[in-house]
């Protein structure tokens, strides 16, 4: 493994996260708080511990799938940890375990809090929350690769690692261009959803965080009621049909801005997408219309929408109490939970594609029952898939099957109710914030135990990047020889100090 | 610029990786999911599934912004009918393949009538690089500039020549014709030399010199300059065609071994009675002797597999006093074929990815820069570059030595009014010139920019 190279990229994170950190720090500042020294003390550490982490460039920049893995999982986990320190030093959420979850809840977009009330953090920690969003959902190495040139096409690896979905291309030739794309196009539509939510009447403040919690599909809000707060039917309607679309795969927007309409529509993800919305939310609506809001057929339509959104686009945001819903509704929205938004989009989940994929090629399965010797190719958007991709989603599928049950098991230690418990790891598993049962939109994670935290948040990490990261950085087989490198180092360095 | 390469075999690859080291905006496509993910995983380039010459698939490359098509595939008429596609559907310039004899005869033709800008012959390339080596025996390396007008020759210099551990002022002053020493490679690493510099003992030289007064330089370096006469060339493929043919127009005496007998026949009735084609195994030893090894001066390895063609080199160079050119196609390790004692290494495939790459250097140049085409030479460790000396400047019109030249910088050779002047500190530039520099400093934008 190129040890150097990773250390190198580590790096530059860090210097990324603490220039993320000034930006809190600024909020602090200009609303007065104490808070903003933790910011600046955690920024200004994490980009001394940067620099002197790339002084040294490495020599050779030969990058493989495997560095690219434990590259991107070991940020991960570097961001949570580092991104996490503001809140322990200033006191807000003193458990540590408690703020990595807060945090890598924030990074990886989903949503889940531990706070019990929100309303009491600073505005420095409220916006930091909801800005994590914003830099997990697109990426942080996506973003480094806007900025920074580095040569050769080993970088791909860094983005096929942390952008979602079964088959990871790019827009154009280059992958910084490729990168620059996706933020342009990101930014765009977050300022777009902040200008809407302006003239809605909504305050600049809690413009700016719900806008960002909405672009990177998180779903902190800075309010205990979340959306709900904001009794406006304007409002929440914005925040749905954001939801929506930053759960849309962005080739699609890249394809409107080509002005390849035709083919941006006809994308099959896109169509699948709107399907299981609109067919979740008739079915919701009905079911809901008379038990919860005895017949009114408008509010029943609005909230079943805004959870629906919520939900598939793995945010996590509420307007109402959707736990409260019959059984029907709440097994459906469970269901979302696991199908989550399209590949290439901020959402979690498994992504649309991914189920189209499974559902065509275990159809190709039964056909060659019928017809043993019969040859069916499995396509999407009219092109052959070929074998290695559908491997690799039956094996992520496999894959996800057994980390949630595994997780369900260690979470189920606490002694919860079945719901709780299942809801829990699917809702931070993929992505999204709230579950049902005990952590549904009223309840919150602080209920678990620290160890339970410490499993959803690797659940989180692994669902944010499509558990193979976490898992290769996790395989034994990955650090073989890790060993000797140290070894032979610190030999190296001994002899240097000896003689 | 906008490049899109269709097929990523051995030349497209290459030719992928370098034009990305460019900084170009290189999509490659190809039939092959395989090989695309090769590719896109090596080198930052966007790659498509798909047939080349479909036009759904080109405009899904984005043809219309295109500006270089090349179509790599093994295929002639794919990579014709691809260009052709590709020159109605966007006014980029496109590059084909073609390495079908019958075709390349009618090389004129397809680029006059089919509007194709380039046509690449692998094998044919690869054959006139070989052929100059053997005009030129004691040459290892021959580079040609200004469409073949300029050579460029590497040799190393024996330890028993007069020259070694002499000033290169001082060897010119023994020497009576023009020669300019470009580039010395010693130990792995290339000197850009100026009169100081000493010689020394197994140093590999490049210097620019006209063909009768080369001979002369070598009889006075005592690096050996016998001209060659007859020449065994193992394997009877497509390079061996013509470099047969070129050989044969040279005046040489050339024996092809090939182990198939159709091919022997075929071969045999194209070429005219001084080419001998014998139907025999060309690693077999008793063969090769009862061939007449002893008396031959030229060998060219150039079977299909690489292995065997550096062991027969290695071989034959050990045993006998023997000028041998081995080809390479598919060996990726040049470090290390450079050190091995098999005398002059053509690679077909760098060949061809250097043509081309020199030919979109010359486009770009109509687009802005200034350097009119850049050659990597000994080795790609140094660079050729010519530029045209179009405006005065502060280089015009003042004698070389007066310049204050950047370290390892040299002016190897000015062309003008279609004369090749070898440079001394008398000559000057002047304007409508074109000068050609060789340095190892990268990133040359500017003839300006040579001067300290």
Known sequence: MNYRMIIYILGLILNILGGCLLLPATVGIFYNENEWKAYFLVAVLSIILGLILVIKKPRINVFYTKEGFVTVALSWIMLSVIGALPFVISGEIPSIVDAVFETASGFTTTGASILTNIEALSQASLFWRSFTHWIGGMGVLVFLLAIIPMSGGHNMQLMKAESPGPQVGKFVPKIRQTAFILYSIYVALTLMEFVLLIAGGMPWFDSITTALGTAGTGGFAIKNSSIAFYDSKYLQSVITIFMILFGVNFNVYYMVLLKKFKSAVKNEELLSYFLIISFSVVCITLNIKDVVYSGDTYEALHHSAFSVASVISTTGFVTTDFNTWPQLSRFILFVLMFIGASAGSTGGGMKVSRIILLVKSSLREIGSIIHPRSVSVVKLDKKRIDHATLKSVSAFFVVSIMIYVASVFLVSFDGYDMTTSLTAVAATMNNIGPGLGLVGPTGNFSIFSPFSKIVMIFDMLAGRLEMFPMLVLFSPTTWKGTGTVIKRRLKAIKRKIAG | ?452
């Open chain 2, 1 to 452: 610029m906008n490049i899109i390469i269709v097929g990523c075999g051995k030349v497209g690859s290459t030719l992928a990786e370098q034009l990305d080291k460019e900084g170009h905006d290189i999509t490659v496509i190809d039939i092959r999911p395989e090989a695309v993910r090769r590719v896109t995983d090596s080198a930052d380039v966007m790659g498509i599934e798909g047939n080349g010459a479909v036009h759904s698939v080109l405009s899904e490359a984005g043809i219309q912004y295109a500006d270089v098509f090349i179509a790599m595939t093994d295929s002639d008429e794919l990579n014709l009918l691809a260009c052709l596609i590709a020159k109605k559907s966007s006014t980029c310039h496109t590059i084909a393949r073609v390495r079908n004899p019958d075709y390349v005869s009618e090389n004129h033709f397809i680029k006059e009538k089919l509007g194709i800008s380039m046509l690449v012959n692998p094998e044919l390339e690869a054959a006139n690089a070989m052929a100059r080596l053997f005009s030129i025996p004691s040459a290892i390396e021959v580079d040609t500039f200004e469409r073949g007008r300029i050579e460029l020759l590497t040799t190393r210099l024996p330890s028993a020549s007069p020259f070694v551990d002499c000033q290169i002022k001082d060897v010119l002053g023994r020497f009576s014709g023009k020669l300019l020493i470009c580039a010395i490679e010693r130990n792995n690493e290339v000197i850009i030399p100026d009169g100081n510099t000493f010689l020394r003992a197994n140093d590999k030289i490049s210097f620019i010199c006209n063909r009768k007064e080369s001979s002369n330089f070598f009889k006075k370096a005592k690096i050996e300059c016998n001209s060659l006469r007859s020449v065994m060339i193992i394997g009877g493929g497509k390079i061996s065609y013509y470099l047969a043919g070129k050989l044969c127009d040279y005046g040489f005496k050339i024996k092809i071994i090939e182990k198939d007998k159709e091919r022997c026949e075929y071969l045999d009735s194209v070429f005219p009675g001084n080419v001998v084609v014998i139907n025999g195994d060309g690693s077999d030893r008793k063969l090769l002797l009862e061939e007449d090894l002893y008396n031959t001066d030229g060998f060219a390895a150039i079977t299909d597999f690489d292995e065997e063609n550096v062991m027969l080199s290695f071989y034959i160079n050990s045993n006998f006093n023997i000028k041998t050119v081995t080809k390479i196609n598919k060996l990726d390790i040049e470090d290390m074929i450079d050190k091995l004692p098999i005398g002059s290494v053509v690679y077909p495939k760098n060949i061809t990815a250097e043509m081309v790459i020199s030919y979109i250097r010359a486009l770009e140049n109509s687009a802005g820069s200034n350097v009119q085409t850049l050659y990597n030479i000994v080795g790609g460790k140094a660079q050729a570059l010519e530029f045209s000396v179009k405006t005065a400047s502060k280089i015009t019109d003042i004698s070389l030595c007066d310049l204050n030249l950047k370290n390892n910088i040299i002016i190897c050779c000015i062309v003008r009014n279609g004369k090749t002047i070898i440079p001394s500190g008398q000559d000057q530039l002047k304007i409508g010139d074109s000068v050609v520099v060789v340095t190892t400093n990268r990133n040359l934008g500017d003839l300006k920019d040579i001067l300290s």
